[in-house]
């Protein structure tokens, strides 16, 4: 289908393994469990371009996989957003907010300085939440 | 069905009407075309929290809303966001964006302060966007 992932998301996130339609990723920020969720659509960059199907299994896709990591991280609120003004390939925000982290209550973006996760850290957060994702319609990326 | 919309956003925005699920305000921010979209419905935090019809009508409304907005303000990008940090009720922001707007590329929260529109600038508006939502489900707020 032509898709290849933005080289900043490539540079900036893990790749954890895909729905049937999103590229999700891990962002490489341990200040927040932050996900992405990227259509493995060519050349769209706002949700109303994709075709009706395909807006359908996003949400679909955004709504599974949301539950999900709020649970796995216990969190206060999750951050559900499309921005895309400096990646213009579609991508899906899910960042899992506590009462007490580094950016509350305002947005993340731009409030602190990234910290890279350790490999250790790393392993945390995907023995965490890969099981999870089991029979959710998740394929795990054989390789991190 | 008991929905009230949270008095901050009352206080924040203008109402100018609704979808058969979402009421649709106008944020008093002359800064940029910034809507927000209500879900009418109670003590709903997050998306993943609305039953799956309300769902797929939450974003069959934002992508016509989305598309409508992009044509009338002729934007070069969309923001669409469900942050609800400081307003629990679900709320789903949608932000016209242009590579010359004073938050760019930069999300706009926090930027620079909100500029409230006087009474020509809110009816240019208005005059501009209730045309084009003629026709998709949106039914005009009788006095603004």
Same mark, same amino acid.
């Given at each position: 289908? %032509?898709?290849? $992932?933005? @080289? ?17 990723? $891990?962002? @490489? ?9 990227? =259509? @493995?659509? @060519?050349?769209? /960059? ?6 009706? +199907?395909?807006?359908? &299994? ?18 206060? *609120? ?9 990646? =213009? ?17 305002? =947005? ?6 990234? +910290? +890279?996760?350790?490999?250790? &850290?790393?392993?945390?957060? /995907?023995?965490? $939440?890969?099981?999870?994702? *089991?029979? +959710? %319609?998740?394929?795990? *990326?054989?390789?991190?």
């Amino acid at each position: 289908m %032509g898709f290849e $992932l933005h @080289q900043q998301l490539q540079a900036d996130c893990c790749q954890l393994g895909s729905f049937q339609l999103c590229r999700v990723l $891990l962002c @490489q920020d341990v200040n927040y469990p932050w996900f992405i969720l990227v =259509p @493995q659509r @060519q050349d769209i /960059t706002e949700i109303y371009q994709l075709d009706e +199907k395909d807006q359908h &299994q996003l949400w679909s896709e955004s709504a599974v996989f949301s539950e999900v990591v709020m649970e796995c991280f216990a969190g206060h *609120k999750l951050n559900v957003a499309a921005l895309g003004n400096m990646v =213009p390939q579609l991508h899906l925000h899910h960042i899992v907010r506590y009462r007490d982290d580094p950016a509350w209550p305002g =947005p993340i973006w731009g409030a602190v300085e990234s +910290k +890279k996760y350790s490999q250790v &850290q790393l392993a945390e957060v /995907t023995n965490s $939440l890969l099981p999870l994702l *089991k029979n +959710k %319609g998740f394929i795990e *990326k054989v390789a991190l």
